[in-house]
């Protein structure tokens, strides 16, 4: 589990494909700190597993879905990653709750000043856009970030100067693809809402029965 909270961007050392999955190994700094084989890292949003370690680079696996769902697909080496080690229990949650498993991508539309701040509009499928809601929290790219404004098929945000001088954000333009992770609790809420509106449709109806089974 993450926060969206960026610790440090790293740099893509070599990006191998293979002929199951792709081996990312990718240099960094403060992640590494107490980071052993089999730890979580974020990358750009994704939680991937650490494989191998040096004093300044990890390794991580990505399996063919991973490529299919988000960004990783993109990059190659030399390329800017966000990096975010899993947080440790009893430490802050800055941002919200961020699993590391991206939902689907969307491209930037436009960014626009506001103030000091800067107004990121994405475009995103219907789907993704349905569990977004004004106010709530998004992830792009793995930064924990607060929705301004949502439409059918698009949602805004806004960056404020340190979170842009500290992520790969500052270097995206309009068209540039990000990862989207969306509000893992509205997922949960939305499937559970779906099943008893099944449940109470193949019934016939709601009953007190029914409110029993569902444990009201």
């Not at 990006?15 to 750009?44: E, H, M, P, W, Y």
């Not at 697909?73 to 990653?81: A, E, K, M, R, Y």
């Not at 800055?94 to 539309?109: A, N, P, Q």
């Not at 842009?164 to 559970?192: F, M, Q």
Request: proline share 1%; glycine share 10%; hydrophobic share 40%.
């Amino acid at each position: 589990m993450f926060t969206g909270i960026i610790e440090e961007t790293g740099k893509i050392q070599s990006f191998k494909r293979r002929s199951d999955s792709i081996a990312l190994t990718i240099q960094a700094c403060k992640v590494l700190t107490d980071t052993q084989l089999g730890d979580s890292i974020a990358v750009n949003g994704v939680c991937l597993t650490v494989t191998s370690l040096t004093t300044d680079t990890f390794t991580a696996d990505v399996m063919h879905e991973t490529m299919r769902r988000s960004s990783l697909q993109t990059i190659g080496s030399g390329d800017t990653v966000n990096l975010e080690r899993a947080v440790a229990v009893g430490g802050r949650l800055g941002g919200h709750l961020v699993s590391g498993h991206i939902d689907g991508t969307g491209h930037i539309m436009r960014i626009q000043p506001d103030g000091i701040a800067n107004i990121f509009t994405i475009s995103a499928a219907a789907n993704l856009v349905h569990f977004i809601v004004e106010k709530g929290s998004v992830a792009l790219d793995g930064v924990s970030l607060t929705v301004t404004a949502v439409g059918d098929r698009w949602f805004s945000v806004s960056l404020i100067p340190h979170t842009l001088a500290h992520t790969t954000l500052l270097s995206k333009k309009p068209g540039a693809v990000l990862n989207i992770e969306t509000d893992i609790i509205g997922k949960y809420i939305d499937r559970l809402m779906h099943e008893k509106k099944d449940t109470v449709s193949n019934t016939g109806g709601l009953t007190l029965a029914t409110l029993r089974e569902q444990g009201f």
